[in-house]
């Protein structure tokens, strides 16, 4: 008997495609929504927040550079801590932390993206946001390179957006002091370090996305170099703008303004340029976070698919469609229990929610690293770190550094912006899940 043949994942994505999945995912609800928070926080200062993200951030991406050109498959996370560790159990909960917060991401920004079309358009968010899901998993089923033709326009939409914002506050720089924090608190004493990390800890999210690029190296052509490449082309792209941006919104807008906004970037084309411009900003707004919904979706379905191709989740997880070559099953899972946790967020809230999910795999991912320079010396890296003693990578060990330092920032920043406790207990019962969820299905 002829056995059937194994359907896989199809290669679709060249260097462009995977640098405006990137550049896609970064340039997406963040910034739209959370500078105004991080204003309130750092003042005109912000953009220094922006800088200080954006270091933190290359360290992590030096490694997952390092480990994309190391291991192509998908569930990124995941492999990169069971090859260094070599305790699936271990692997397991980092990749388990990496759905739940991809999940809770897509449900909240659909909110946002609700939000937005509710004040266009008056019709209901909770609808809104559920609408946006099931039209965007449809086209996360019908094909990679569909979503990434998609993925291509918006991004182009949300960058115009940003730029538009950058051109517009040009005529104001130079108006306000760029190194005025809220309190007044000398420049570059430790009150004043103390305010830009706290910042940098909501604005973090901003950057999220550049990590999600490792999971799509199956559907990549030559991903061991392509990934790497587009990584850090992605983030550098991303790192420009936000700190133009950052600029021109303080240089228009008041900060103490701007923290009060619910749309901040709108408030800044409406300072600048009138009402029509922030109708056209709102509507932009709408690219940028349906985009970020769409690539959530894409790297959250391809986690659970990875996950079950290695044997960790169910089997039929790892299914992919005869015709569609998309794994559909994981697609739907991840559409389902994203509408479900609709019903629950708020866009302030999962940033923490995400950041402290995101620093906990960051600092696995940078530790793998370390691990793997003295475990598999040998090993073939089509991109290594830079800067190494020996075989130590220091970019990496001060990524895992950071993130470990950043967990406790970003507990005190939830003080600062008055969550409720129970966003950090959230996070530490989702990591303690993991362990007694692996024994279950790997009974």
Sequence with gaps: MKLKKEVKLKKALGLFEATAYGVGIILGAGIYALIGHAAGIAGNAIWLSFVVAAIIASFTAFSYAELSGM??????????????????????????????????????????????????????????????????????????????????VATAVEMLGLLIIIALGVSFFGNVN???????????????????????????????????????????????????????????????????????????????????????????????????AYFLLAVMALFATANTVLILLIVTSRMLYGMASESSLPKWLAKVHDGRKTPHIAIALSAVFAMLFTLL???????????????????????????????????????????????????????????????????????ILGYDIPIIIFGLVVVALGYPIYRIINR
């Design 178 to 276: 760029y190194l005025e924090v809220p309190g007044n608190a000398l420049p570059f004493s430790l009150e004043f370090f103390s305010t830009i990390l706290a910042a940098t800890a909501i604005i973090f999210f901003a950057y999220l996305g550049f990590e999600e690029m490792a999971n799509m190296s199956e559907e990549t052509k030559n991903a061991k170099k392509t990934i790497p490449k587009a990584l850090l082309i992605a983030l550098a792209i991303s790192t420009v703008i936000y700190i133009l941006v950052s600029i021109a919104a303080v240089s228009a807008v008041p900060w103490n303004e701007l923290s009060q906004s619910n749309a901040p970037l709108a408030t800044v084309a409406e300072k600048s340029f009138g009402g029509s």
């Design 345 to 415: 967020g708020k866009i302030g809230v999962v940033a923490s929610i995400t950041d402290f999910g995101v620093f906990v795999v960051f600092l696995a991912v940078n530790a793998a690293v370390v691990l793997l320079r003295y475990s598999k010396p040998n090993a073939k890296r089509t991109f290594k770190a830079p800067i190494s003693i020996g075989k130590f990578p220091v970019l990496s060990f001060l990524g895992a550094l950071f993130c470990f330092f950043m967990l406790f920032q970003f507990i005190e920043v939830v003080h």
């Design 71 to 152: 291991f192509s498959k998908e569930a990124a996370e995941f492999v990169y801590v069971k090859e260094a560790t070599r305790k699936k159990s271990l692997a397991f909960i980092i990749g388990w932390v990496g759905i739940v917060t991809g999940i809770v991401s897509v449900s909240t920004v659909a909110l946002g993206f609700g939000g937005y079309f509710q004040a266009i358009f008056g019709t209901p968010q909770i609808l809104n946001a559920l609408a946006l899901i099931a039209v965007l998993s449809l086209l996360n089923f019908w094909g990679i390179k569909e979503s990434a033709r998609f993925n291509i």
